[in-house]
Nanobody, 126 residues
């Protein structure tokens, strides 16, 4: 089992940047596919980005492609989400998640993730 704790959220003006971090407990972080999701008020949780165990494969939602970058440091048990050129529509609670299935490479569906963090609020003002 793994516990996930997100940090780095906050209030930023449109066009600005933030870097989210997600620290994982346990010794098997490198065995998890990791993902970032977000949920805006009144909307369903949506996929943002995912990264494979080694970090060699990444996949992004079209809405963030070219602006966001997911990365991981397995030595630090941490996954990151660098968010640039932020827009007001990026405002949401951002969650990191871990997929422990051995067959997974990069997972875009929320139901496939086994563990979730508590979320961190990102607010982008216009």
């Amino acid at each position: 089992q793994v516990q996930l704790v997100e940090s780095g959220g906050g209030l930023v003006q449109a066009g600005g940047s933030l870097r989210l971090s997600c620290a994982a407990s346990g010794r098997t972080f490198s065995s998890y596919v990791m993902g970032w999701f977000r949920q805006a008020p009144g909307k369903e949780r949506e996929f943002v980005a995912t990264i494979s165990r080694s970090g060699g494969n990444t996949y992004y939602a079209d809405s963030v492609k070219g602006r966001f970058t997911i990365s991981r440091d397995n030595a630090k048990n941490t996954v990151y989400l660098q968010m640039n050129s932020l827009k007001p529509e990026d405002t949401a609670v951002y969650y990191c998640a871990a997929d422990e299935r051995p067959s997974s490479i990069a997972t875009t569906r929320a139901y496939r993730y086994d563990y979730w963090g508590q979320g961190t609020q990102v607010t982008v003002s216009s």
